[in-house]
């Protein structure tokens, strides 16, 4: 059973910064493309960032220059590095796997930006 484990949420003022983690368990880890998702209150889930098993990377247009996804195909981990967080950032944020037709998420992890 392919199971992701998020860990690094948490509070940070305006301008701080987080990294999550997401650590993926019973599979082959570098086969996947691994995203990050986040939702907010009362909004649809949304794509933050993705990396692909070639180490390609997309970003949503509202964090670009701020976040940087990187993943360490060793650890079977992938990471999210969130610089400059802006309150619209608050939200729980989900990490994904996916290859072919599977499809896996995580339980979530929250991130609260305040001032």
């Known amino acids: 059973q392919v199971q992701l484990v998020e860990t690094g949420g948490g509070l940070v003022q305006p301008g701080g910064s987080l990294r999550l983690s997401c650590e993926v368990f019973?599979?082959?880890?570098?086969?996947?493309?691994m995203g990050w998702y986040r939702q907010a209150p009362g909004k649809q889930r949304e794509s933050v960032a993705e990396?692909?098993?070639?180490?390609?990377?997309n970003y949503a247009d509202s964090v670009k220059g701020r976040f940087t996804i990187s993943r360490d195909n060793a650890k079977n981990t992938v990471y999210l590095q969130m610089n400059s967080l802006k309150p619209e950032d608050t939200a729980v944020y989900y990490c994904?796997?996916?290859?072919?037709?599977?499809?896996?998420w995580g339980q979530g992890t929250q991130v609260t930006v305040f001032s």
């Open positions: 990396i692909t098993s070639d180490f390609g990377t």
């Open positions: 994904n796997a996916r290859h072919l037709h599977f499809e896996f």
């Open positions: 019973g599979s082959v880890f570098s086969i996947y493309t």
